[in-house]
């Protein structure tokens, strides 16, 4: 009778805890029996491990084949197990000495010809593996990406057997390393390609700087859309820590990295049909949804009432503490959540709220889709009017062609329909006051750095204490936004987030304490509460 030990990792979220393959072969009927919570895909590996070894060129032992996969509790799916299983087979039947097996974790798919398969999960599998000091063995296919986990060993095979001469020093196998090329940058958009909105544009600044939620509504073909995804490239790059965080949620739900993406921010756009598991995740055993896969970066949720009140209540507590806890029968997961929500929507449901084919009880009724909860955790609420096309143009083209081209530029307009009037603009030509993003980059940057040197966080993430001791207020300051809260009926909530707001724009000036403008530019993005507010009182 012989025993082997091979250690391996499972997918938990995140996470990758240790699994404990034990493998015995003992003499009588030969049978292969796994045990230990697998999965159907699990079970099914006893057919490909059997099919693989033999075609690698090993011999399948007649005996009957014991796999124990531990913790027994510890639910195990997929076919990342299939390399250690193989390899536990190979040492029990002594072809490999007990000592080779120690300092290595295995995890690989095998393909019946004996290849290794990539798998999902691969980074997070070498930081667990790192931590433990053992060095993961895993698919070539899956080099590039875990590789980008610094300070670890990571060596990648294609064969079964590649594996196998390596463990009896026969062929070392390759240390995987991360193979840079040359992909163009992605493609943001400026802000300077966007015409007029100054307002806008300078809500948009706010939000970057504070990591702020913000909310875009006007008629339709404003440019609340290319506004939306402007805001990704005025955000400072991402740190390497939690870079390594938004690839390790991008490889457990299977989408590629390499060393030219992993350090780009989400940018997540679902559609208003999207369901409330797909917007926070869950399954039996709970996946990623839409606001952990937009972490550290952006969720763009554009028609927002179009959106199932259900599916946008149970952003709620996400938005409040970064993070979404899933519990299901089988299982209970905590995914990180920290991300930027940005949203743009119609003030009505004819699309304008001037074109009089909407009474103000059908208007009020479209806009109470949207909760006063969810409401009060986005800080920044921007009307977004329509452009002056005719002064638009005159500025847009040369005063010696203005006859000519503006005509022409007005029937193009025409042409693309209202819904594309404002791209269709911005594409001819730049406003000459506009700055470009890389220039707001750099005092969005200067004010991360502010406001991390004096509490650690962004301003978005400031607690109650740190608001009283950070967002502090002359007693003439206090009384000028209390009343301007109580005026709107806004809630505590809505009060803490507008001073948040203010200390935002106050770093941006490079102020030390919160003014008065300061303030009275924070309360000029509330104008979502001044239209329900008027609405209401109508």
């Known amino acids: 009778m012989s025993l082997s030990v091979v250690y391996t990792r499972a997918n938990i979220g995140i996470d990758a805890p240790l699994v404990t393959i034990e493998v015995h072969l003992s003499n009588g009927m030969p ?13 099914e590996s006893r057919d490909r491990v059997r099919s693989a070894l033999i075609n690698a060129g090993f011999e399948f032992p007649s005996k009957r084949i014991t796999v124990n996969m531990a913790p027994a509790d510890l639910p195990k799916g997929g076919g990342r197990f299939d390399l250690a299983i193989a390899i536990g087979i190979i040492a029990a039947s002594e072809e490999l000495p007990d000592t080779a097996l120690e300092p290595y974790e295995f995890v690989g798919e095998l393909a019946l010809s004996g290849e290794l398969r990539s798998i999902q999960g691969a980074l997070p599998m070498a930081f667990a593996a790192r931590n433990s000091n053992r060095q993961l063995i895993l698919p070539l296919s899956n080099a590039n990406e875990a590789a980008l986990v610094t300070k670890t060993s990571v060596l990648c095979a294609s064969t079964l057997f590649d594996v196998y001469l390596h463990l009896t020093g026969k062929q070392a196998l390759p240390v995987a390393q991360t193979q840079s090329e040359n992909y163009p940058p992605p493609n943001y958009g400026d802000l300077n390609e966007i015409i007029d909105q100054q307002h806008a ?45 938004v690839s390790s949620i991008r490889s457990v739900v299977g989408e590629p990295i390499d ?27 709970p996946k990623p949804g839409e ?78 889709r949207i909760s006063g909860p969810l409401l009060d955790r986005i800080d920044l609420q921007v009307n977004v009017p329509r452009v002056n096309l005719e002064k638009t143009l005159s500025r847009s083209v040369a005063p010696n062609d203005e006859s000519d081209t503006g005509n022409d530029n007005r029937q193009d307009a025409s042409e693309h329909g209202r819904g594309s009037n ?22 969005v940057e200067t004010a991360h750095a502010l406001q991390l040197a004096r509490q650690g966080v962004l301003n978005s993430a400031l607690s109650n ?74």
């Open 465 to 538: 204490q740190q608001i009283n001791i950070h967002c502090s207020l002359t007693p003439s300051n206090q009384r000028f936004i209390t009343q301007a809260i109580d005026a709107l009926g806004l809630s505590m909530r809505a009060y803490h987030r507008t001073l948040k707001v203010a200390r935002t724009v106050a770093d941006l000036q490079g102020a030390e304490h919160i003014e008065q403008a300061h303030i009275a530019e924070a309360l000029s993005f509330r104008n979502f509460d001044r239209l329900l507010h008027q609405l209401t009182n109508s």
């Open 291 to 368: 606001i952990t896969l937009a972490h550290k970066g952006v969720l763009f949720l554009d028609e927002l009432p179009e959106f199932g009140r259900h599916v946008l209540d149970v952003m709620r507590e996400p938005l409040e503490t970064g993070e979404i806890n899933l519990s299901r029968a089988a299982h209970k997961v905590c995914y990180p959540a920290d991300f930027q929500l940005v949203a743009a929507m119609n003030p009505s449901p004819t699309g304008d709220i001037d074109d009089k084919r909407a009474n103000p009880d059908q208007i009020l009724r479209y806009l109470n």
């Open 422 to 443: 404002h791209e269709a603009i911005s594409k001819q030509s730049a406003h000459s006051s506009s700055e470009s993003s890389k220039i707001v980059k750099r005092r």
């Open 259 to 285: 060393a030219n993406n992993w350090r780009q921010r989400p940018l997540r756009q679902p559609h208003h049909s999207s369901s409330a598991a797909a917007i926070v995740g869950g399954g039996t055993y």
């Open 201 to 245: 544009k300078r809500a948009l600044e706010i939000a970057a700087s504070g990591a702020h939620n913000i909310l875009f509504f006007g008629p339709a073909g404003t440019g609340k859309s290319m506004l939306a995804s402007r805001l990704l490239s005025i955000m400072p790059d991402l740190s390497e820590e939690d870079a390594l965080v």
């Open 31 to 43: 049978a292969f029996q796994l045990v230990g919570l697998p999965e159907t895909s699990v079970k």
